[in-house]
Each structure stands twice: as C-alpha cells, then as structure tokens.
C-alpha cells in the first residue's frame, strides 16, 4: 500500500503540532524523570516513586464516565476545560520545595501526591474526548505520518526541557531549583492552553451525543471480535512495560549513584532517539502497516530488557557511554512501537463505539500503567538479593510478559499490512544490497565488465524472487 510522497496539510494541523509541543514542555516535568528525582529529594523510596507513578494512569477510569458530558459538551470545549483547570494546580508544586524542613517526609509525600491526584482527575476527566477529535479532524490516510510527525514534535520538546531540568537542578538541586522548574512547566501549560483553543471544533457524531449506558455501551465494543483482540495484547504489552522508565530512574540513582544531571541527560538520550525514529516510521506504517513495525519492535524490546537484567544482576557494567546508546535505541524502538499501536487503535475499534471503545482501550491501559509500578514499588521494598537481585525481578517479568504480548499480537487482525519478512528485507537486506551496489560500480572496481554487469538482477526482478521465497502463510 503506497501513498503519495507530499499530502496537503488538514485543517488545524499547526495548532496541532503547537499545542503538544507546549503541553510536552509543561507534562514532561510532571510526569517524567524530574518528578521521580523530586520525590527521592523529598525523601520518599521506590515505594513512594510506585505511588506517585501510579495516580496519573490510575485515573485514566474517568473517562468512561466522562463519554456521557462529552457526547453532550464537544470534544473541543471538554478539552479546553480540563488542560486550563489543571494547568493551574501546578501552581501547588511550586510551592511544595519549600515545605521540606518544616513538614515530615511522609506529609511532603502525602502533599505531592494531593497535587498529582488534582492535577490527574482533571486530566482524566477531559483527556475521554482527544482521540476521538483527532480521528475527526485527521483524515485515515495521513494518521501515520501525522502520528508520527507528533511524537517528533512532542519528544523534540521533551528532549529540550530534559536538558534544561538538567541545567537547572546541577548535581546538588535545592527547593529554588524544583520550584523554579514547576514554574517553568506552569508557563509552557498555558501556553498550550492557548493554541489548544484554536484548534478547530468537530461536531461530535449523533450516536455518541446520548449514551444509553456506558455498561450497555461496553459490553457492544467487547462483541468486536477485532477490537477485544487488539485490546487483549495492549493491556497485556501495558503490564509489560509499566513503570519501565522510572524504575530505571530509580535503579541509576540506587546503583550507579548517578548525580540528577546525568540521568536527566540519559533519559533526554531517549528522546533524542525517538526523534531520529519519527522522521521516518510514519512513512513505513502508512505503506507497511502497523503489525510487521511492531513485531520487529518487540523482538528488539525484549533484547534491550534483556540488556537490563545482566545489568541489574551486575552480570554488565552500565557505563555511562554505554547507557547512553542503550537510551538511543530504547527510545527509537519504543516511539515507533508507540505510533504502531496508536495506528493500529484507531483501525481497531468499532464504528458504531468509538468514544466508549477509545475510552475503554485508554482507561484500560491506564490503570494497569497505574497498577504496574505501584505493584513492583511494593515489591522492590521487600524482596532481598538471592539468586535474583531486587531489580533483576522487576526486569525478568518484563521479559516474559512481552513475550506473552508478542504471541497475543500475531492474533490481532489488520487489513493491507506487508508480511514482517519482507519489511525486515526491506529495512536490512535492500539497503546494504544497494550499497554493494554502489561499491561494485565504483570506478576503482576492477572486476567491473560488460560481462558481470549484464548478470545483474533488476529491482523489480528482486523484488519479485524475495516475495516468491516468502514461505509466510498469511499477513503478518
């Protein structure tokens, strides 16, 4: 399936890209490395890191509730309503560093974890109607690419401010630091706020205007083999990789004793990673599909957890060089994952349910993102070194459970996808072929000849022979 190589621009596709750029600016400080490292500074343990983790995702439920008043309200004007409101409860954070002396550890905890909880339910409340608005507004045929174009806008700007926290904390960050970072986030907020109000309103579909039941409503997506499928390998993929990036926050600062800098450069490492992905991956799904991206994505998440174990279990020395092309490739492989299964989601739910289905793939992933790292926060705290080090368990689960999650993916269905080994030949095998290429045709080749020459097999002819050896049943 090949698409043009140039597609006009959609109607509010700037305000799009500006607005999650801002908004990335301003979340990437509450919910990222800088909010983990915060709460070890306030005193807490993995724990409290497990807590705080959890409350965002935990309170993605909302939003099966909150169908009933979108259908009614818009998307646009339920969106606007939550990311204004919620922007100023950062304001809460910004006073908190200051409270550290004069209140106990376990009130400072208790305190950042009330700002979290307000700042989240708002979030939750509103955040039901953004996949259903971009579906409005993005039509089916420039989803990948603008998925794509996105996430680069988003981890660009989280890149940025990953280094600027880094800057701003140093090795030894005081309560002027934090506060100023969280007022930095509470700017960036209302500025998205602002270019969120220019996106323009799409009018919500009839059937979803008057919800029945959302229970009634449910139980009809559930019936869409297709989608129950789908929503089976996410939920299980979501316990398979939640609370990954701050329980590896945790593991720098425990085991390496990292200062706060370093690991905030690592994980902007990440980000920079994702970006080089994301100037490409959109053309690939558009033209190969979601499946074949993710599978060869999976396989190489399970090398890089592997990676991880031999570290946790002092097997690997994590240097810092080292480190730093682990978060380059870790966050290539997770952006172009994470654009798959937005593609594949969108594809996957039913017509006749989109809200309710959308909402349930995202409450659903949510709370096991939530439950995942409070699970193992607890879990960190009383396991002791054996046979296998505190962190060696957290990242063999990861392991198994992502191979559990690439068997449930080759049951998921999608129409016009490429087979995952022609993808694989197209992304390995073809380009190093026309590098020889290129070398046999190089003027100091001396076995170069009409002779040789005249035995060369065209494209096309190649293209056709590797389909002709696809020994693969079916799509994949």
């Known amino acids: 399936m090949r698409i043009d190589k140039k597609l006009p621009a959609f109607e509010g596709q700037a305000y799009l890209y500006l607005f999650q750029s801002f908004n990335a600016l301003s979340f990437s400080i509450i919910l990222g490395a800088p909010i983990v490292l915060f709460t070890t500074w306030l005193g807490g343990g993995s724990k409290s890191v497990g807590i705080v983790t959890s409350i965002m995702p935990f309170l993605t439920i909302l939003q099966i509730p909150s169908t009933i008043y979108i259908g009614k309200l818009g998307y646009r004007r339920a969106m606007l309503a939550g990311w204004s409101t919620r922007t100023f409860v950062i304001l809460g954070f910004v006073f908190l560093p200051f409270l550290k002396g004069r209140w106990s550890t376990a009130s400072l905890i208790a305190f950042l974890c009330l700002c979290l909880f307000a700042w989240s339910f708002l979030r939750g409340m509103a955040n039901a109607s953004w996949l259903p608005w971009i579906r409005a507004l993005v039509p089916d045929e420039k989803r990948g690419r603008f998925f794509a174009a996105e996430s680069r806008y988003i981890q660009l700007m989280s890149l940025v401010i990953l280094f600027l926290s880094g800057v701003i904390l140093g090795s030894q960050p005081d309560k002027w630091r934090f506060s100023l970072l969280f007022l930095i986030s509470f700017l960036f907020g209302m500025t998205s706020v ?80 994702m970006i080089l992905v994301l100037f490409f991956i959109g053309k690939f799904l558009d033209r190969w599909g979601s499946k074949p991206i993710m599978k060869i994505c999976m396989s190489l998440m399970v090398s890089y957890q592997i990676v991880w174990f031999f570290m946790a279990q002092r097997f690997l020395a994590g240097n810092y060089i080292f480190l730093v092309f682990l978060y380059l490739v870790t966050g290539g492989i997770r952006a172009a994952i994470g654009i798959a299964t937005t593609r594949l989601t969108m594809i996957s739910v ?53 191979l559990l999650a690439f068997f449930l993916l080759r049951k998921v269905k999608e129409s016009k996808t490429e087979r995952t080994k022609k993808v694989v030949h197209s992304l390995l095998i073809q380009p190093v072929q026309a590098l020889m290429q290129m070398m046999s045709f190089s003027p100091g080749n001396q076995n170069l000849s009409p002779e040789t020459s005249g035995d060369q097999v065209l494209p096309d002819e190649a293209d056709t022979s590797a389909r002709n050896n696809d020994n693969c049943s079916s799509r994949s």
């Open 350 to 402: 039913p017509k006749n349910a989109i809200l309710m289905s959308l909402a349930l793939y995202t409450t659903g992933t949510g709370v096991l993102s939530g439950f995942t790292p409070l699970f193992w926060g607890f879990v960190l705290d009383i396991v002791s070194a054996g046979w296998l080090q505190p962190f060696g368990y957290f990242f063999l689960g990861g392991i198994l459970l992502n």
């Open 194 to 273: 602002i270019f969120l109000s220019r996106i323009p309103s799409k009018e919500v579909p009839q059937e979803e205007k008057h919800i029945p039941s959302p229970l009634k409503t449910i139980r009809q997506a559930l019936q869409f083999k297709k989608f129950k499928r789908f929503l089976l390998y996410a939920l299980v993929f979501t316990v398979a990789n939640g609370g990954f990036d701050a329980f590896t926050v945790l593991f720098l600062k425990r085991e390496s004793h990292f200062s706060e800098r370093r690991i905030l450069w690592l994980t902007a490492c990440s980000s920079g990673g």
